[in-house]
C-alpha cells in the first residue's frame, strides 16, 4: 500500500470481509402467537413519528400521573422522558398483576446444588417480602428517596426482591457483580455515596460454597479509604439462620437480614410515586482500566422501553416460561430477567450457579423440568455450552419457541449451532445489539415481521435509527462492504441519562465526537456515539463487529478482530477462538490467535495449517496470522468473558497485570509457558 493510500484509510473504516448469510423465516406457528405481527410498527415509530412513538411503550404501564412532555432536550444531551408523567417501577412489576396473577409464578429459583429444590416466588409472594423489606430499608437502615444503596449479590432471589424494595420507594440501587472483588465493589460504594451496602454471606459456584462475606470488610475498607462510610452492612444468609461465612460479623456495623426482618413480618408501605426523570438505578460500566462509569438510568422512560422490548423482541406472554442466563450484576439482567419480563406479569426463572456444573447437560435438564419457552443467554455461554456437549441438547424434551443472543457479535457457525441443536431448527432467534448505557436493545429483528439472518443483528428496533459514520462524520452507504462507527440519530426513552457525577465524561464519551453543536438543544445536532464498528448490508441489516479498539491494523489493512475469530469457528475442531495484535517490525501488528478444542479433539500441527487455510479462504492472505496457539482453555472471567488483553499481553511479552479475579487464573501460566517458554 503507498504513502497516499494509507492516508486515505479513515480510523473508523474497516473492509469487511465476512459474506452475508442466507436469511431464514419464522415459522407459522410461531407468527400466529407472536405479539407483534403487525409490520407499521416500523411507520409508527419513523424519524417522522418521533418523539410522540413511544408513547406506545409508555401505554403499557400504570401511570399515577400521565406526562406533558414526552420528551426533554433542554439539557442535551441528557434526554429526560415523560416529564410530568409520575410512576413507580415496583407498583409495575408486582403490584398491579395481583387482581389477575397473585398465585402465578414471578420467579422459578434454581440453587446450582442439583439436590436442592427450585423455589416458586408467585406474584403474592414477591409482594409481601418486598413490602417487608422495603419497611426495613425505610425504618432499620433509614434510607428515603434519592439516597443510594449498593448491593453486591449474586444469583438468588434476595436479588430482585432487595431491588424491587429500593425501586418502591425510590432508592437508587447500585448493583455490583457477585463476581467481582471486594476492591471493585468500595470504588463502586465509594463513587455512588452509598451508606448501606446489602450483600450475602456464600453462594455456589462451580460446586463450592463460596466465602462472599469477606468482600463487604474489603469493600467497606476501600470505600472508607475513598471517603465514604458505610454505616450499616446488611448481609443476607445463604440458608436462613446458618452462616456460611468464615467472617465475621462486626457488632454495630453487620446485621443479618433474615434476623432484623422478623421485626417487619406483615409491614405493608405503599409505593411512592415518582417522576418519570427520576433514577431507578446507577449501573457501572466493568471497565479493565480507568474509573468505573457509573450509568444513571431514569425510572419512566427506561421502564417503558424494557417492557416494549421485551414484549415485541423477546415475545413474552404472561403465560410464557422464560430464562435468561444473564447475571442480574449486568445491565442484562436488569432489563432482561428483572423489570422487562415482571412488568409483564412473566415468569422468570433464575439460575445461580454455572450452566454447565455438574456436567453439560445441566442447562438443557432445567429448560425440561421447567418447561422452558424462551430462552436469552450470550454468545459466551453458547460457544461454552457448544464445547462443553455439543450433542447434549439432543437427549432432553425441551422446545424453545424463541431464542436470544446478547452481549457480544455472534459468529455464524455458533448461530447456526444454536439454532440446528438447542433450538432443534423451530425457535427463532433474536441476534440482539446494545449495552450498559442503552437501557434495552438498540438492533435486532422483530422474530415475527423479519427474516433471522446468521451473524448480523438485525436493523435498529422499533424507533431507533442507527447510521454509520466514518471518522469524519461522513455516512458510509449500505452495501458497500465498508464499516465504520455505529451511531444512534435519535435518543430512546431507554437511554441513560448521565454518568454518575461526571457529566463531562458523559458528553465526550458518547455524544462529543460527532456533535453538530454543542450549544444546540435539538436532538438532531446530537448523534449518540456507541464505540462499535458495524457493517450495514443492502437489505438494512447490521452486522456488529466489535469494538471500535478490536480492530488490528495490518499495514493499513484494518481487520475486525470478530471476523478472524469467526472463521477460526468455521474449523470442526474449534471451540473457541480469540485474535490478538502481535507488534511486527514489517506491517506493525499482525494477527496472533489462540483457540481451543472441542472435546474429543488433539492438538496437531496439521490442525493448525486447517484454521490458517480457513482464514485465508475467508478474509485473504492479509490476514494471514502470525502463529497459532492451541491451548488448554482461554483465560475467563468469572461471567465466561474471553480476557483478550491477558493473550494480547502474552504475545507481546508485556505485563500481565493482576489476574486474580478470572475464574481460571491457573491457565494463564499454562498458556504463558506455551507461548513464551520456561524463561
Known amino acids: 500500500m503507498s504513502e497516499k493510500e494509507l492516508e486515505q484509510v479513515s480510523e473508523a473504516e474497516i473492509a469487511v470481509h465476512w459474506q452475508e448469510e442466507e436469511v431464514l423465516y419464522p415459522s407459522a406457528q410461531f407468527i400466529a402467537q407472536a405479539n407483534m405481527t403487525d409490520a407499521d410498527i416500523y411507520e409508527r415509530f419513523s424519524l417522522e413519528n418521533f418523539p410522540q412513538c413511544f408513547k406506545e411503550y409508555a401505554d403499557l404501564l400504570s401511570w399515577y400521573q400521565y406526562w406533558q412532555t414526552t420528551l426533554d432536550t433542554s439539557d442535551a444531551p441528557s434526554w429526560k422522558w415523560f416529564v410530568g408523567g409520575k410512576i413507580n417501577a415496583c407498583y409495575n412489576c408486582v403490584d398491579r398483576h395481583l387482581p389477575k396473577y397473585k398465585n402465578k409464578a ?79 465493589c468500595g470504588e463502586r460504594i465509594a463513587d455512588s455515596g452509598s451508606r448501606v451496602l446489602i450483600t450475602i ?92 462509569k457509573g450509568c444513571l438510568h431514569s425510572t419512566g422512560g427506561y421502564l417503558a422501553y424494557v417492557t416494549g422490548t421485551s414484549k415485541y423482541v423477546q415475545d413474552i406472554h404472561p403465560e410464557d416460561v422464560y430464562w435468561c442466563m444473564a447475571d442480574i450484576g449486568w445491565i442484562t439482567g436488569h432489563s432482561y430477567i428483572v423489570y422487562g419480563p415482571l412488568a409483564l406479569a412473566a415468569t422468570s426463572v433464575m439460575y445461580e450457579g454455572v450452566p454447565t456444573y455438574p456436567d453439560a447437560g445441566r442447562a438443557w435438564r432445567i429448560a425440561e423440568r421447567l418447561d422452558v419457552n424462551i430462552f436469552h443467554t450470550a454468545p459466551t455461554t453458547i460457544r461454552m455450552l457448544r464445547k462443553a456437549g455439543p450433542d447434549e441438547p439432543q437427549k432432553y424434551s425441551y422446545q424453545f419457541k424463541h431464542m436470544t443472543t446478547v452481549g457480544e457479535p455472534i459468529e455464524p457457525a455458533v448461530w447456526r449451532w444454536y439454532y440446528d441443536v438447542v433450538g432443534k431448527g423451530r425457535a427463532v432467534i433474536v441476534d440482539t445489539w446494545w449495552q450498559t448505557e442503552n437501557g434495552g436493545f438498540l438492533c435486532s429483528t422483530l422474530p415475527a415481521l423479519k427474516p433471522m439472518k446468521p451473524g448480523s443483528a438485525g436493523p435498529g428496533v422499533p424507533g431507533i435509527h442507527p447510521v454509520i459514520y466514518d471518522e469524519d ?19 430512546w426513552p ?4 448521565t454518568i454518575w457525577g461526571d457529566r463531562e465524561r458523559f458528553i465526550s464519551t458518547y455524544y462529543e465526537k460527532y456533535c453538530k453543536d454543542k450549544k444546540s438543544t435539538d436532538w438532531r445536532d446530537w448523534p449518540y456515539f456507541a464505540g462499535d464498528a458495524a457493517v450495514q448490508a443492502e437489505d438494512g441489516y447490521f452486522r456488529i463487529l466489535g469494538r471500535v479498539d478490536d480492530v488490528i491494523n495490518v499495514a493499513g489493512h484494518r481487520l475486525g478482530t470478530k471476523e478472524l475469530e469467526s472463521a477460526c469457528l468455521t474449523v470442526l475442531e474449534v471451540a473457541e477462538a480469540s485474535v490478538v495484535p502481535l507488534a511486527d517490525e514489517l506491517k506493525g501488528r499482525v494477527p496472533d490467535i489462540y483457540v481451543s478444542l472441542k472435546p474429543g479433539y488433539e492438538p496437531s500441527r496439521e490442525l493448525q495449517g486447517k484454521i490458517v487455510e480457513a482464514i485465508e479462504v475467508s478474509i485473504g492472505k492479509i490476514a494471514r496470522p502470525k502463529h497459532v496457539y492451541i491451548v488448554p482453555d482461554m483465560p475467563k472471567t468469572r461471567s465466561g468473558k474471553i480476557m483478550r488483553r491477558v493473550l494480547a499481553a502474552i504475545s507481546n511479552r508485556s505485563d500481565i497485570g493482576d489476574v486474580t479475579t478470572l475464574a481460571n487464573a491457573e491457565v494463564v501460566e499454562e498458556v504463558r509457558r506455551m507461548v513464551q517458554g520456561d524463561g
Open 494 to 497: 431507554g437511554a441513560f441519562q
Open 106 to 184: 414471578a420467579i422459578l429459583y434454581v440453587p446450582e446444588p442439583e439436590h436442592e429444590p427450585h423455589l416458586a416466588l408467585t406474584y403474592q409472594e414477591l409482594y409481601v417480602r418486598v413490602n417487608e423489606l422495603a419497611v426495613l430499608l425505610r425504618d432499620f437502615a433509614g434510607l428515603k428517596a434519592g439516597d443510594r444503596v449498593t448491593l453486591h449479590m449474586p444469583m438468588v432471589p434476595e436479588l430482585p426482591i432487595t431491588m424491587l424494595a429500593c425501586a418502591r420507594l425510590g432508592i437508587i440501587h447500585s448493583e455490583v457483580y457477585g463476581g467481582f472483588s471486594g476492591t471493585a
Open 201 to 292: 454471606d456464600g453462594y455456589y459456584r462451580s460446586g463450592k460454597l463460596l466465602d462472599h462475606k469477606e468482600n463487604a470488610d474489603i469493600a467497606v475498607k476501600v470505600a472508607e479509604e475513598q471517603g465514604q462510610t458505610v454505616e450499616k452492612v446488611l448481609v443476607w444468609r445463604r440458608y436462613p439462620g446458618k452462616y456460611v461465612s468464615d467472617t465475621p460479623m462486626l457488632e454495630g456495623r453487620d446485621h443479618f437480614m433474615d434476623v432484623v426482618l422478623g421485626d417487619y413480618v406483615g409491614k405493608r408501605i405503599d409505593p411512592l410515586p415518582m417522576r418519570a426523570e427520576d433514577p431507578l438505578f446507577i449501573m457501572y460500566t466493568s471497565g479493565t482500566t480507568g474509573k468505573p
Open 473 to 491: 462524520g461522513n455516512e458510509i452507504d449500505p452495501g458497500i462492504g465498508k464499516a465504520g462507527n455505529i451511531c444512534i440519530r435519535n435518543p
